[in-house]
């Protein structure tokens, strides 16, 4: 399965009423159908709907395979997307979705079509409205993580750290994923781990995600990856360093040199990051580097449904 266009692609359309104006939850089968159908609307603010840009052109561009049991739905109200709900088993929905006037139709959908959701991630104050009307009566949902985005506004490279910036490539695989897996590990606990390391670096290596390395005397000492600029937004992702060799500064002038090259690209209008609000050191390092502070994002989770079958 691709994301390719598919012009007899079917829809469900469920209709609801708010104001007395038309609002529809469109399920595109189709990801490229999805993906042109709420361009405009993501191009509106693409820095706070690049995660969604991302997951998109990811699957899009091969970087990540399509499985056959995604879910992208588009709100419309009067004929203009207004919201967007992403769904990419096993990770929770993602929703953006301004108006919270639509968290409700989008409950009711969502509960006939993907009654078993895992949790919500996405912009604070929508993700927490919705986890609260999907939560069972006398429950409340679990806060997972939250973390504050940021945007790279006058860069400021530390100096005196020794080393220097390498674009990864596919030699540096194994260790791109054994490192990737623990930063995993270690920074979203309540996400799923993949079993593929191996696999979804070389993969993603492969259609030019770029993936960094800092090096001290030739040895790699921490890592990174950036995104493949969507509506003109890179996000610098997955920041590690092994827990020996922390507190020398590797980390912050690997971003800022990375960042700097990223910015420097003719089709990048902002570098953007997330950082974990529970950890103010690395929030207090990307503000040194000319990071400066966007809006929260969190995640909920939500208890598996009880099974009320009997044998």
Do not use: K
């Not at 588009?74 to 769904?87: C, E, I, Q, S």
């Not at 490539?169 to 309540?190: H, I, M, N, V």
């Not at 390395?213 to 995104?227: F, K, Q, R």
């Amino acid at each position: 399965m691709d994301g390719r266009r598919n012009e007899d692609a079917p829809v469900l359309v469920i209709w609801h009423r708010r104001d007395m104006d038309a609002l529809s939850c469109i399920v595109d089968s189709e990801l490229a159908v999805f993906a042109e159908a709420t361009a405009r609307w993501r191009a509106t603010d693409p820095i706070r709907n690049n995660v969604a840009s991302t997951v998109i052109d990811a699957r899009l561009g091969g970087a990540v395979p399509l499985v056959g049991d995604e879910l992208w739905l588009r709100l419309v109200d009067a004929g203009t997307v207004v919201g967007l709900a992403l769904h990419t088993p096993p990770f929770p929905l993602l929703l953006l979705a301004p108006d919270l006037n639509l968290i409700d139709p989008l409950v009711e959908t969502l509960r006939r079509i993907r009654p078993t959701l895992s949790g919500v991630g996405g912009p604070l104050t929508g993700a927490e409205e919705f986890a609260r009307r999907w939560a069972a009566p006398g429950t409340a949902p679990r806060v997972g993580s939250v973390h504050r985005m940021f945007v790279l506004d006058g860069l400021r490279a530390p100096t005196g750290i020794p080393g220097r910036l390498r674009r990864a490539d596919a030699p540096d695989t194994a260790l791109l994923a054994e490192w990737s897996t623990a930063f995993s590990a270690e920074a979203l606990p309540d996400e799923p781990i993949p079993a593929d390391a191996v696999e979804n670096v070389a993969r993603r290596l492969s259609v030019g995600v770029p993936y960094w390395l800092w090096e001290v005397d030739g040895e790699a000492v921490s890592m990174m990856a950036t995104s493949p600029p969507a509506l003109g937004i890179s996000r610098v992702q997955s920041v590690y360093t092994p827990p020996e060799r922390r507190r020398h500064g590797y980390a912050a002038a690997m971003v800022a040199a990375a960042c700097a090259e990223t910015r420097a690209r003719p089709d990048v209008d902002e570098v953007v990051l997330f950082a974990d609000v529970a950890n103010p050191t690395s929030s207090g390092v990307y503000r040194r580097i000319g990071f400066s502070d966007l809006h929260d994002v969190a995640q909920f989770l939500f208890d598996a449904p009880e099974d009320t079958t009997s044998d």
